[in-house]
């Protein structure tokens, strides 16, 4: 874990980024929207244990420990930069050979990174289930899945429990570290993220609850009352809220295949269903623009639901292109497609 200080005229913005391994090329990590670098830990831990590389997974502007001068400017273009000034200050004017690899927003923002050049020894790119036309499709229904989450939790550990039960993350290893880069505590009980009502609402439901059980209501009662306090300091919402971003989504994935596609370097596609192609990619991927695995049975977190799986398509990615060297044994299977 290190924080990255990145300084331009207007002042200075504070990047948090985490790494891991000690020689080989870089993998710059990229989460999705809401997320943060810590969805990528299970997926390191298997990366690491098959090639040589170094990893560096980056908390994106308003996501995560990152702190900026301006967390809700998340344009491609602001969010590009920031890729590129935090490899400039961690490499200087020689930095070493780097694939990006995004999933979802992150994906966007790689792919953006790629075709501004602000990565000159960029040598391979990846996309995590993220496809433009469908992107754009879900974008109309995006606003009503925000509004189905939950606002708060009652603890991270209930937090935890959502994400595994509603499908969010699959995979129960990695919902234990990457929902403590996406929730936060709030910071007093009637403050703008959990509003008075939400706190209230939960004390009563559990009075309601403990009255109802052996014991009388008064005890139980008091219980909670004496307990009110603690309820309140360790409630838990989203660290952003999402919603509010709404005006950026058109940016980051409108023009994302042949963006995609116009990139020079190798070019690597991992979906959690073939279904997700659209007009273009599917155009390129029968031309042989890019290599393309599908990965069934994930959800949309793919690298969090199927870590090893995906790190080993990317491995063999790596190697088949001579780009690292297998380690610990490691056997290439190269996929059909």
Known sequence: MEDVVVEN????????????????????????GGHSALSWAVFTSAIISRIQCRIVALDLRGHGETKVRNPEDLSAETMAKDVGSVVEALYGDL??????????????????????????????????????GTAMDALNSMQNFLRSRPKTFKSLENAIEWSVKSGQIRN??????????????????????????IVEGIIEEEEEEDEDEEGGGSVNKR???????????????????????????????????????????PKLLLLAGVDRLDKDLTIGQMQGKFQMQVLPQCGHAVHEDAPDKVAEAVATFLIRHRFTEPIGGFQCVFPAC
Request: proline content about 6%.
């Open 95 to 132: 930095p070493p050979p780097i694939m990006l690899i995004g999933h979802s927003m992150g994906g966007a923002i790689a792919v953006h990174t790629a075709v501004a050049n602000l990565l000159p020894s960029l040598l391979g790119l990846c996309m995590i289930d993220v496809v433009e």
């Open 223 to 265: 219980k909670k009352e004496d307990d009110t306090e603690t309820k309140k300091e360790h409630l838990y919402t989203w660290r952003i809220e999402l919603a509010k971003t709404e005006k950026y989504w058109d940016g980051w994935f409108r023009g994302l295949s042949n963006l995609f596609l116009s990139c020079p370097t």
């Open 172 to 197: 129960l290893e990695s919902a234990r570290v990457s929902m403590v880069g996406q929730v936060k505590q709030c910071e007093e009980a009637a403050s703008p993220e959990c509003p008075k009502a």
């Open 9 to 32: 005229e207007t002042g200075k913005d504070t990047f948090r980024i985490y790494k891991s391994g000690l020689e080989g090329p870089v993998l710059l990590l990229l989460h999705g």
